[in-house]
């Protein structure tokens, strides 16, 4: 079975921190992505990576930036943390052009 | 804009009724089409894919999908739905020689005992 791990399930910050959410797959996976979960809005593609120190931008990039130095490991920076930066993040992989599979989310409040 | 529409957000259901969720796209080449759920408390989860061949697609839990490709549509269907099926239904659709997947909004799906 595919195993897709969060470092995290919930997380609260304050504004202005750096926040680093990780995410790690255990299947040698080409791809990464990381996604923000809002009610209504469904998924929203925030960057993925199809190869090691590889990353292209999603839908809403602006005000993450991410980070992949091994294959396994796929991690999203919140360079200065806002409130509207408050949501569940999910982190998939996959093997193009299959389905992705996803981790258990992180939810992240910013106060 | 390119996209992919779910046209129901809430659905309220008893056991026993027969389900159709609704999901339209707007790409106009070849496609690779999924549903994924989402149950309380729980990762999203793969429910059925269609990438070629017959257009009826059977999945986990008794769910198929159909694609009609003159319609744009991918629609979710199960016959008679259970309290367990409570959950939350994603299409999304893979573009043809793009690795990303574009996700609808969700239906909220909710069986009443």
């Known amino acids: 079975d595919v195993k897709v791990t969060q470092s995290s399930r919930y997380l609260v910050k304050r504004t202005g921190e750096k926040v680093f959410l990780e995410c790690v797959q255990d299947m040698d996976h080409e791809n990464m992505f990381w996604y923000r979960q809002d009610p209504g809005l469904g998924l929203r593609l925030i960057y993925f990576s199809y190869d090691v120190k590889m990353k292209e931008k999603g839908d809403i990039p602006e005000g993450y930036s991410v980070s992949r130095e091994k294959k396994e490991r796929f991690s999203l920076i919140l360079e200065s943390a806002s409130t509207n930066q408050t949501s569940m993040y999910l982190c998939?992989?996959?093997?193009?052009?299959?389905?992705?599979?996803f981790g258990p989310g992180t939810r992240l409040t910013v106060t | 804009a390119q996209s992919v529409s779910q046209h129901n957000h809430h659905v309220i259901l008893s056991e026993a009724a027969s389900l159709e969720l609704g999901c339209n796209y707007s790409?106009?080449?070849?496609?690779?089409l999924f549903w994924y759920v989402q149950y309380p408390g729980q990762h999203l989860q793969l429910l059925l894919k269609y990438f070629s061949g017959d257009p009826l697609v059977k999945g986990i839990k008794g769910f198929e999908a159909e694609f009609i490709k003159s319609k744009f549509s991918f629609n979710l269907r199960k016959p008679s739905v259970q309290w367990s099926d409570t959950a939350e239904y994603f299409c999304a659709v893979n573009p043809e020689y793009g690795n990303k997947l574009v996700f609808g909004a969700g239906t909220i799906l909710r069986v009443k005992s």
């Open positions: 790409y106009g080449g070849t496609v690779n």
């Open positions: 998939a992989s996959s093997l193009f052009p299959y389905e992705q599979y």
